[in-house]
């Protein structure tokens, strides 16, 4: 959209400022009257003015997995590395959030990593879900001596869908013994995350959560993953971040602990949280050290509140008469909605609620039924040379229907080794060798897991054999 005398062009979900909204009227030969007292309201500054100029900013990191991988053991061994040996008090509180610095020999331009400190995919949800995407990196515990579990497919899938999230793999526990990390390779294969030990493009560490063991190098693959990232922010201007914890605390109130996404932010300012405001007072770290300012990708609590902001909620800085302004406005829209929702309103509210629950639990059944009745020929496919990988893949991976289908497990240039026989095994699949030779040794191992091997030269009689396999599991009809 362009309208005379405006520089920028605006997109359709564009705040128009009053100045816009008057150019606009006007061009369509209205009189527009403008009350901007009524109307004021404050809105985040635009993220990336002149963006490749910025310094680096610290990536922000979620740890999720399954229950008693070792997440908060992980967290807890991180939290006191973020506390400088022989610090003065030395302990480190809970505050939402903290800061581990990367050590110099590291090499890259980052000083520091910052963790969000409560596992799991539930705070990871909820954030999302308010709009707070503040997590760069998700760091997956999986359990060297347990592999992929429920929660470890939830993981994934949540980080498949989405695209500005990176995903690191930590294979923990590896001071058990007995322990087959390569299982757990083959397992994490299956459901879709190709490592990079596996010619992949998922970082991979092994580490101890317990003993500390490669959280060294679990720190160096953060801050490669996050400088491949180019996270960058503006250091200088007004503050904008997001609450990620708030609580009432005696002698104190109502305090948040707020993570810095852009700008800085210092004790004296004034913030507005929803419809909360404070004049920031007291500014603290996660090892409670008074802090006066504090940069992107930190998280600081602060206190001064008037009331207690929610969690998730976007923090913006402003002139003391600006944040009153927006309150006041935000607090009337507020009162204007609770006011049109009366008795009648909750209760249509909540016969739509469940109507949506009972069509959601439908949707879910038809779903897993579905997903149920699908039957799968699961291949690994070997073959010469990487044209052969491709043109096969594109031309098994279309074969089958919403009854029976292929699924591509594993590609890979080269003859069928054991460790390809013990993949086709964890995951129930067939393999095919274009091209390639069967070493003995790999057929006798294929025989003893009862692993079919389908080994040929010819293109057109793999997709005509696969075509039959997965036909053969179509159900019959009578
Ligand atoms: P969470 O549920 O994922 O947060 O898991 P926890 O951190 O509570 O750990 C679950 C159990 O595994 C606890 O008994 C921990 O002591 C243990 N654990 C965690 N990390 C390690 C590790 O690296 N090695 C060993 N041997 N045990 C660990």
Redesign the pocket.
């Known amino acids: 959209m362009r309208v005379a005398g405006m520089v920028d062009e605006a997109s359709y979900d564009h705040v128009l400022t009053s100045e816009y909204a008057v150019l606009l009227a006007e061009e369509f030969n209205c009189n527009p009257v403008v009350n901007d007292e009524a109307a004021f309201d404050l809105y985040p500054p635009p993220p990336c003015v002149g963006a490749a100029r910025l310094p680096l900013r610290p990536p922000v990191v979620t740890i999720m997995?399954?229950?008693?991988?070792?997440?908060?053991?992980?967290?807890?061994t991180l939290r006191s590395a973020s506390v400088a040996k022989g610090e003065a008090g030395g302990i480190t509180q809970h505050i939402g959030a903290f800061s581990v610095p990367i050590p110099s020999s590291a090499g890259g331009n980052l000083q520091k990593i910052t963790f969000l400190d409560t596992?799991?995919h539930a705070a990871f949800s909820a954030m999302r879900a308010r709009g707070a995407d503040v997590t760069d990196i998700v760091v997956l515990?999986v359990?060297a001596d347990d592999g992929v579990r429920p929660q470890t497919k939830e993981v994934i899938q949540l980080v498949q869908r989405d695209a500005g999230v990176q995903l690191i793999v930590a294979i923990?526990?590896?001071?058990?013994p007995g322990i087959n990390i390569n299982n757990v390779h083959n397992a994490l294969l299956v459901e879709g995350v190709q490592l990079e030990v596996m010619g992949g493009d998922v970082p991979s560490v092994e580490?101890?959560?317990?003993?500390g063991?490669g959280l060294d190098q679990l720190m160096e693959t953060i801050s490669a993953v996050a400088e491949m990232q180019d996270l960058r922010a503006d250091q200088f201007g007004q503050a904008y971040g997001r609450i990620i914890e708030s609580n009432l605390q005696k002698g104190l109130g109502p305090v948040s602990t707020i993570l810095v996404l852009r700008g800085s932010l210092k004790s004296g300012v004034h913030l507005i949280a929803g419809t909360a405001h404070a004049k920031v007072r007291i500014m603290t770290d996660s090892t409670g050290s008074p802090v006066r300012t504090a940069g992107p990708g930190t998280a600081v609590t602060v206190s001064g509140w008037k009331e207690l902001p929610g969690v998730g909620d976007e923090v913006l800085e402003g002139s003391e008469q600006d944040v009153k302004k927006a309150v006041a406005n935000r607090q009337r829209k507020a009162k204007e909605q609770a006011m049109m929702i009366d008795v009648d309103a909750i209760n249509i509210q909540r016969r739509l609620d469940r109507e949506q629950r009972v069509r959601e639990e439908d949707d879910h059944r038809e779903v897993a039924l579905k997903a149920e009745k699908t039957q799968e020929l699961r291949l690994v496919i070997k073959a010469d040379v990487s044209g052969s990988v491709e043109a096969l893949t594109s031309a098994l991976q279309c074969i089958g229907n919403e009854n029976a289908r292929v699924k591509i497990i594993f590609t890979g240039v080269g003859e069928i080794t054991e460790s390809d026989i013990l993949l086709a095994k964890t995951s129930g699949s067939v393999l095919i060798a274009f091209s390639v030779p069967v070493p003995r040794s790999s057929a006798v191992a294929a025989g003893a897991h009862g692993i079919p091997i389908y080994s040929s030269k010819i293109i057109y009689q793999v997709i005509e054999d696969v075509r039959q396999r997965v036909a053969n599991l179509l159900p019959p009809i009578y």
């Open positions: 997995g399954h229950v008693d991988h070792g997440k908060t053991t992980l967290l807890d596992p799991g515990v359990a923990n526990k590896i001071d058990k580490i101890s959560g317990l003993t063991q």
